[in-house]
């Protein structure tokens, strides 16, 4: 059967997530998953008292590289960027990318893509990051179509400024762009509107199907437009809260077999809370699964 047709198929069996029959793409998997990343907000209530124990003990769990967050005015996590580079090149643990704010509702605060955006794309050089993420639109910028479109020519100056200094743009979806505007998806009009070459995507799995969307559909009618992943599992009971890896509905293998449509770069674990121990432990967890994969 042919991916296409079989995928018309799924769509009305399921949400889409049915098994493909295909291994892990190449070259990036190679039929296993080779490396694994973690997305430090999971980690918020331990990181700041103690970051070098933190990645250490997950650096033994198996994680490569970190996605972190918490990044303006010349500052990771409250720390000099001199200082927080110290101890995350120490940890081994890679920093790949970091989530920022677009500064719009906090205009005085330097290093946002509103503020100062220069500073933070040096910061982010000097830490050796690869990507920087806008993590979140905040509902007062995020009303209406036009306010979309308004972000996105942001989207598209601020991947500029990242591109000169040889660093990649993208934005991290949760729910609320899937919810139509005016007969719209506001996802959809990010993606029309924002330069493909400069603009990328970080496909949130939690929140596409938290927002009933199918992430395979998605991935298929704009290949190569996702290099980053948000890899957390969704409970099987109807508060659809967020669990560790493996403990979901969502089949992650389905998932990971369509990382060359992607343009899949980098995923990193996160859950932001109902931990079944803790924060740690819930990383732990999740990163067992996926060996497993």
Not at 34 to 53: L, N, P, S
Not at 197 to 226: C, H, S, T
């Amino acid at each position: 059967m042919k991916r296409r047709d079989f995928l018309q198929k799924s769509a009305l069996t399921s949400a889409g997530l049915l098994a493909t029959g295909s291994l892990f793409s190449q070259p990036f998997f190679e039929g296993k998953i080779k490396q694994f990343g973690f997305q430090v907000y999971t980690v918020r209530d331990v990181i700041k008292k103690d970051m070098a124990g933190t990645l250490k003990t997950l650096k033994k769990a198996g994680y490569d590289y970190a996605e972190f967050f918490d990044f303006a005015d010349g500052k990771l996590l409250g720390m000099p960027i001199k200082e927080a580079k110290a101890i995350i090149d120490a940890s081994k643990i890679k920093l790949k990318s970091i989530h920022v704010p677009t500064g719009t509702q906090a205009h005085t605060t330097p290093g946002t893509m509103v503020n100062n955006w220069q500073k933070a794309v040096d910061d982010a050089a000097e830490l050796g990051a690869e990507y920087l993420v806008c993590a979140y639109l905040d509902s007062a910028e995020r009303q209406t179509i036009d306010q979309y479109k308004k972000v996105s020519e942001l989207f598209n100056r601020s991947a500029e400024i990242c591109k000169k200094s040889g660093i990649k743009f993208a934005y991290h979806n949760h729910a609320f762009e899937f919810k139509e505007i005016d007969g719209q998806i506001p996802y959809d009009v990010l993606l029309k509107e924002t330069d493909a070459d400069l603009v990328k995507m970080e496909l949130d799995m939690y929140w596409v199907r938290f927002a009933d969307q199918n992430p395979i559909k998605i991935i298929q009618k704009d290949r190569g437009r996702f290099p980053l992943w948000h890899v957390k599992d969704m409970s099987m009971d109807d508060d659809r809260k967020m669990k560790e890896v493996g403990a979901g509905r969502i089949d992650w293998k389905q998932l990971f077999a369509y990382d060359k449509d992607a343009g899949l770069e980098y995923f990193f674990v996160e859950q932001d809370g109902n931990w079944a121990e803790n924060s740690v432990q819930s990383l732990v967890t999740s990163i067992k699964h996926l060996k497993k994969i």
